[in-house]
T-cell receptor, first 114, second 111 residues
Framework: NAGVMQNPRHLVRRRGQEARLRCSPM?????VYWYRQLPEEGLKFMVY????????ESGMPKERFSAEFPKEGPSILRIQQVVRGDSAAYFC????????????FGPGTRLTVL | DQQVKQNSPSLSVQEGRISILNCDYT??????FLWYKKYPAEGPTFLIS?????DKNEDGRFTVFLNKSAKHLSLHIVPSQPGDSAVYFC??????????FGTGTSLTVIP
């Protein structure tokens, strides 16, 4: 059973471009969470999704950030018009049974904005 | 506001000795606590957890202690091994079912 998959592992964007980060949860997991880790900080919750639904986006910046988890395919975290402050490691996690059950993390996507 | 704090950014321990990683929290409504281990260039890996109704949970070399009155959580690793060298994050879940993570403690086990 493959673990949580994230791609790309590294993404470089220039200011103003769009970044798309993909996350495929573990097989059988229907709950997906996105976290951001800024340098010298812990993981900060961004958004929690189930298939076709955003359940909790209280940690998501109000502008430029969006997330989806379609019926088919991976979850996507989209950042429009990236700025240097968006440079961070973005981790996706999934859980099997219940919302906020023990979460299993992907390897992360390191976004660098030039 | 950091609700989960790991005040020691790093810790070095001799192989075979005990490693004690500490975590403090501010929200008395947290009901579930976890420790994750993270190697460079990898995502965090779940290690061990404890419910707020318990004060100790043990799994092999890893034991988590919870002191609710002090709002303090600790992870004991004994005996420590070089492969334990990693960053350890503690996390806590609130009644709104959201997880909060500490900033991590980098453990180095010296052979």
């Amino acid at each position: 059973n493959a673990g949580v998959m994230q791609n790309p592992r590294h993404l470089v964007r220039r200011r103003g471009q769009e970044a798309r980060l993909r996350c495929s949860p573990m097989k059988g997991h229907s709950h997906v969470y996105w976290y951001r880790q800024l340098p010298e900080e812990g993981l900060k919750f961004m958004v929690y999704l189930q298939k076709e639904n955003i359940i909790d986006e209280s940690g998501m910046p109000k502008e430029r950030f969006s997330a989806e988890f379609p019926k088919e395919g991976p979850s996507i975290l989209r950042i429009q018009q990236v700025v240097r402050g968006d440079s961070a490691a973005y981790f996706c996690a999934s859980s099997p049974w219940a919302p906020w059950d023990t979460q299993y993390f992907g390897p992360g996507t390191r976004l660098t904005v030039l | 506001d950091q609700q989960v704090k790991q005040n020691s950014p790093s810790l070095s321990v001799q192989e075979g000795r005990i490693s004690i990683l500490n975590c403090d929290y501010t929200n008395s409504m947290f009901d579930y606590f976890l420790w994750y281990k993270k190697y460079p260039a990898e995502g965090p890996t779940f290690l061990i957890s404890i419910s707020s109704i318990k004060d100790k949970n043990e799994d092999g070399r890893f034991t988590v202690f919870l002191n609710k009155s002090a709002k303090h959580l600790s992870l004991h690793i004994v005996p420590s091994q070089p492969g334990d060298s990693a960053v350890y994050f503690c996390a806590a879940r609130d009644t709104g079912n959201q997880f909060y993570f500490g900033t991590g403690t980098s453990l180095t086990v010296i052979p």
